[in-house]
């Protein structure tokens, strides 16, 4: 059973930063395709990034050079780090494992999701 559970979320100004956390129960998760969605107010979830198990990453274009995904084995965690965050980055960011790798560019989700965790950028 593997399960995910975020933390990091908040409240943060225009142009400033985050990181989130996705801490990792098992040790199974180690081959997965690990990844963060989100869902902002009245919008459909949607991707945002990846993570391979070998560290190959991808990113959603709209948060592309501003978002960087990583993972830490030893620590049973993948991380976002959030940089420049605008406004429409507002949104419950969610930790996804198992992905599957579709047509270039795109993702199916895992079956295994965390709780969420609340992002809002705002002055």
């Known amino acids: 059973q593997v399960q995910l559970a975020e933390s990091g979320g908040g409240l943060v100004q225009p142009g400033g930063s985050l990181r989130l956390s996705c801490a990792v129960s098992?040790?199974?998760?180690?081959?997965?395709?690990m990844g963060w969605y989100r869902q902002g107010p009245g919008k459909q979830r949607e991707f945002v990034a990846a993570?391979?198990?070998?560290?190959?990453?991808d990113y959603a274009d709209s948060v592309k050079g501003r978002f960087t995904i990583s993972r830490d084995s030893a620590e049973n965690t993948v991380y976002l780090q959030m940089d420049s965050l605008k406004p429409e980055d507002t949104a419950v960011y969610y930790c996804?494992?198992?992905?599957?790798?579709?047509?270039?560019?795109?993702?199916?989700?895992?079956?295994?999701w965390g709780q969420g965790t609340q992002v809002t950028v705002s002055a």
């Open positions: 098992g040790t199974i998760w180690r081959t997965f395709v």
């Open positions: 996804n494992g198992d992905m599957l790798r579709g047509p270039p560019g795109m993702w199916a989700t895992g079956d295994y």
């Open positions: 993570i391979t198990s070998g560290g190959t990453t």
